[in-house]
């Protein structure tokens, strides 16, 4: 089954104790992007990825950073977590196809930081 | 500035009946356009995708319209379901760059019986 998955689903953590968000795609994208969700602001972009080691910001990357070491593998790491962070994250991998652009949405990572 | 903007910020209908959502951008260039519906607590899932030479797209009970020229865009969803009740996100996708996506924030659809 195609999909994306993201672990944890759910984490609670301090302020300053880095953590990772794991982000696996199995369709072979070469494109994977993070976002966060917040309310009233809907999704904002904070990373993406064209291809392994090809990484760019996004619209909101203080803060995070990410690596592409493998195709499939796009982890999002929060070196010092600070409360403004807490949201809701997605990763995303997505392909071209003719003229569209299909993106399909991992199950989302709620992380509140106290 | 890109940017999409929905309306409204939530409806609520009857099972059964019929609703429009609206979203306008001003995001240029214009790739193409989609609609996607998200569950609470899950991954938005893509419903519609149209570009800039398509009017209209349906997917089983949603039809996407697209008018380039006034640069708006709705989505008719016929005969609601309870399942219906979602967050329906439209998105602009940016032509130069495909991994560009510019979000609007969303209608809040609660369907009731």
């Known amino acids: 089954e195609a999909q994306v998955t993201q672990n944890p689903r759910y984490l609670i953590t301090v302020t300053g104790k880095k953590l990772t968000v794991t982000c696996s795609q199995n369709m072979n994208h070469e494109y994977m992007s993070w976002y966060r969700q917040d309310p009233g602001l809907g999704l904002r972009q904070i990373y993406y990825?064209?291809?392994?080691?090809?990484?760019d910001k996004g619209d909101v990357p203080e803060g995070y950073k990410v690596s592409r070491k493998e195709k499939r593998n796009f982890p999002l790491i929060l070196e010092s977590p600070s409360p403004n962070q807490t949201s809701l994250y997605f990763c995303?991998?997505?392909?071209?196809?003719?003229?569209?652009?299909?993106?399909?949405f991992g199950p989302g990572t709620r992380l509140t930081v106290t | 500035k890109n940017q999409v903007e929905q309306s409204p910020q939530s409806l609520i209908i009857l099972e059964g009946k019929n609703c429009t959502l609206q979203?306008?951008?001003?995001?240029?260039?214009?790739?193409?356009l989609r609609w996607y519906k998200q569950d609470t607590g899950r991954g938005p899932v893509s419903l519609t995708i149209m570009t800039f030479s398509e009017n209209t797209k349906s997917n089983g009970r949603y039809t996407a319209t697209l008018d380039a020229d006034t640069k708006q865009s709705s989505l008719h969803i016929t005969a609601s379901q309870l399942s219906d009740s979602a967050s329906y996100i439209c998105?602009?996708?940016?032509?130069?760059?495909?991994?560009?996506?510019?979000f609007g924030t969303g209608t809040r659809l609660q369907v009731f019986p």
């Open positions: 995303a991998s997505s392909v071209t196809s003719g003229e569209t652009y299909e993106q399909y």
């Open positions: 979203c306008n951008y001003t995001v240029s260039p214009f790739s193409n």
């Open positions: 990825s064209m291809n392994v080691e090809v990484t």
């Open positions: 998105v602009v996708i940016l032509s130069y760059n495909t991994d560009k996506l510019i």
